[in-house]
């Protein structure tokens, strides 16, 4: 789904993909992009942030309720800031106008490719259920308990925290979790790690300031926390 209200810029997004052979849906705003998502499944979504009716920002919001479809924010807001909080509502990625075509392809096709190897390469362990003290993770469902309450996680704050408690002795350095978890090459951009790693711990944390599960080893990494 292509999500976009400037019809040049749509109409070039869509005659390219189509092109590299994806099936695209290109609807102008946020309201329509909603109904829309409810009626179909969708592989990606393109979503620009200024949208008429309903925001990019809401519409990515209202979808992570009930999806971890990935998502790629396309606009021209460059800010520290908005990239921090795209990512921080779920956003898998971010790319500003200007951009090149071949990027935006490549970046597509690299996110399509790291949701598909996700979900089939869950581990077999019994049950399909891991526990760390009051935080249960469901390999088969893809759900995560915390007291027997289901808190909503991203696909990436998913996968951090899969990543964590299937390993619990393990010490992994952001590079990893970033080569991990996105399936990419790091070149030290630790917003992305940071943001997602701070949106975690106020999910599954009791006090996020003070964290139990997920432990900062300064200058090394992170590790799942011991009880």
């Known amino acids: ?18 092109m590299e052979g994806f ?34 920002m809401d519409f990515l919001k209202e979808i992570r309720e009930k999806s ?6 396309v606009s021209a807001k460059d800010g520290e800031v908005d990239k921090a909080l795209g990512l921080g509502f779920g956003a898998d990625d971010y790319i500003t106008k200007p951009f090149s075509m071949i ?45 027997g309450e289901e808190i909503k996680l991203t696909a990436k704050e998913l996968q951090i925290l899969k990543l964590l408690m299937t390993n619990p002795k ?27 790693m701070s949106r975690l711990r106020e999910k599954i944390e009791d006090n996020p300031s003070e964290p139990r599960y997920i432990k900062t080893l300064w200058g090394i990494g992170y590790r799942l926390g011991e009880f």
């Open 1 to 18: 789904m292509l999500v976009e209200d400037d019809a040049a810029i749509g109409e070039m997004i869509e005659s390219y993909l189509t």
């Open 23 to 56: 099936d695209v849906v290109h609807v102008k705003d946020g309201e329509e992009a909603l109904e829309r998502f409810a009626q179909c499944q969708y592989d990606l979504v393109l979503l620009d942030l200024m949208l008429p009716k309903l925001s990019g």
């Open 68 to 73: 971890h479809v990935p998502v790629l924010i």
């Open 103 to 147: 990027e935006l392809t490549a970046r597509v096709k690299a996110a399509i490719r790291r949701a598909t190897a996700y979900v089939g390469q869950q581990p077999a362990q019994p049950n399909g259920i891991v526990q760390v003290h009051e935080l249960t993770l469901n390999l088969d469902h893809l759900t995560v308990d915390k007291n």
């Open 170 to 196: 393990k010490v992994f350095t952001k590079q990893h979790i970033f080569n991990s978890v996105w399936n990419d090459e790091y070149y030290g951009d630790e917003n992305v790690i940071n943001v997602h």
